[in-house]
């Protein structure tokens, strides 16, 4: 459940940090359509947990579509046309995952983003995201659109330096964030996922991530 104070946002554009804009509830009216849209990667493109470089399996569990996917093994991160665990292509991108990237882009003073990558990344209890950069992308000069569905997060979010001091934002259902300019390359990540219940999403929390990665 939002806060109080969360649930005064609602429809609210907030400035973050320069470059960044949170977007409050801009996907609560189309994520049925979004999750039903979800089912449908999944039955090509089930979720798996990755390998880090380092040898470690990630505790999100992830899946891709889109022409480029994001992928992660032993041998380093990269953006592949290919997911490996099929050997096809990542499913094609769904036209209201399309259509929500841009007008939350476009909300956020990013005019004709078209992404070629959603990487979507499951959280169930206890599942986290260490803080890190997203680099793996050709042109920074692109936003990068991120919307939460079913259980609430608290997003951890610092500077361009790991050392920077970092701030915690409570990310809910429906909640959509345009990281652009400035914010681009700042370091971010997600403490472990509460326990709890979500009608739309059951025991966990889902990410769409929309990238111009190629
Ligand atoms: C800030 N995912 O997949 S999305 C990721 O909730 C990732 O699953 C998180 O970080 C998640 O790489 C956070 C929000 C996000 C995405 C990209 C960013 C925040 C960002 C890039 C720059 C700065
Ligand atoms: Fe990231």
């Known amino acids: 459940m939002r806060d109080l104070f969360e649930q005064e946002e609602e429809g609210l554009s907030i400035p973050i940090v320069p470059g960044a804009v949170l977007l409050r509830g801009f996907a609560n009216d189309i994520a049925q359509q979004l999750l039903g849209d979800l089912e449908r990667v999944l039955a ?23 022409t480029l996917g994001w ?3 032993r041998t380093g991160y990269r ?3 290919v997911d490996p665990a099929s050997g096809e292509p990542w499913p094609a991108m769904p036209a209201t995952f399309l259509q929500l990237a841009a007008q939350a882009a476009a909300a956020a003073g ?3 983003f078209v992404p070629d990558a959603c990487l979507v990344n499951r959280y169930e209890a206890g599942a986290r995201l260490s803080l890190h950069q997203d680099r793996d992308e ?5 936003p990068i659109v991120s919307a939460s569905l079913g259980l609430p997060a608290t997003f951890l979010f610092g500077g361009i330096r790991r050392a920077d001091k970092s701030r915690r934002l409570s990310l809910a259902h429906g909640d959509v964030v345009v990281w652009g300019g400035p914010a681009r390359l700042s370091h971010h990540g997600i403490l472990p996922l509460k326990e709890g219940e979500h009608p ?4 966990c929390r889902i990410n769409l991530t929309f990238r111009k990665a190629g």
Do not use: E, I, K
Not at 44 to 66: E, I, K, L, Q, Y
Not at 138 to 142: F, G, V
């Open 71 to 73: 992928v992660s093994d």
């Open 110 to 112: 990013f005019d004709r």
């Open 138 to 142: 050709r042109d920074y000069a692109q």
């Open 200 to 203: 739309l999403t059951g025991r």
């Open 44 to 66: 090509s493109s089930p979720w798996r947990h990755m390998t880090t470089p380092g040898g470690f399996r990630m505790s999100v569990a992830m899946t891709n579509c889109g």
């Open 79 to 81: 953006y592949d046309r």
